[in-house]
């Protein structure tokens, strides 16, 4: 049996190193174990590479769940594969009620957002692009969306959305515009 697994080993000057050992057993000539064979192989480098990943998908991980806007990742038909606490938000439902379904289910213009898929497929960037999206309770948000999407190798792994809420900035700008018609009426 050969047996390989990893430990930290210091080097004659000091240094600390990991290292991959491969065991393998020797025998003589009757099959009876004599010793072992030992293959070491540094694999700090390695180790490094791997815990600088780990750091960087942490790190990309904690960006994406701590977006102050809906973020979300959904195949090229809009099935919803990843979404942060913004989305949830903005849509006033749980991630159960919201991932694995389709975007349509909250889009109020399906035709739109058909549209907007198939301009993603072809390679098109979407930028400040108005929708209006119903909530799991029923309301209306309106919002400005940003959209990409994600290839490798000539295909989509996913479409990317970035969701900003302007609700409140419309239902204001439509106030400003009601006290402006008074007073012109006036």
Same mark, same amino acid.
């Given at each position: ?33 004599? *010793? ?41 038909? *809009? ?11 903005i849509l006033e439902c749980k991630s159960e ?24 497929? *072809? ?64």
């Amino acid at each position: 049996v050969v047996e390989e697994f990893e430990t930290e080993r210091r080097r004659k000057d000091g240094r600390r190193i990991f290292v991959s050992l491969t065991l393998s057993p020797v025998r003589d000539g009757n099959g009876r174990l004599i *010793g072992f064979s030992t293959i070491a192989r540094d694999i700090t480098e390695q180790r490094q590479a791997r815990e600088a990943l780990r750091r960087s998908e942490r790190a990309l991980t904690d960006l994406f769940d701590e977006a102050s806007v809906g973020l979300l990742w959904t195949t090229r038909h *809009g099935q919803v594969l990843r979404a942060n606490q913004a989305w949830f938000d903005i849509l006033e439902c749980k991630s159960e009620e919201c991932l694995g379904r389709s975007l349509a289910r909250f889009y109020t213009e399906r035709r739109a957002l058909a549209l907007m898929l198939k301009r993603l497929a *072809g390679r098109e960037t979407l930028r400040n692009l108005p929708a209006s999206l119903r909530t799991q309770t029923g309301q209306m948000r309106e919002v400005l969306i940003d959209a990409s999407a994600f290839w490798e190798n000539g295909r989509i792994v996913h479409l990317r959305w970035f969701v900003r809420d302007i609700t409140r900035r419309k239902q204001l700008e439509r106030e400003v515009l009601a006290i402006s018609e008074r007073e012109r009426s006036a």
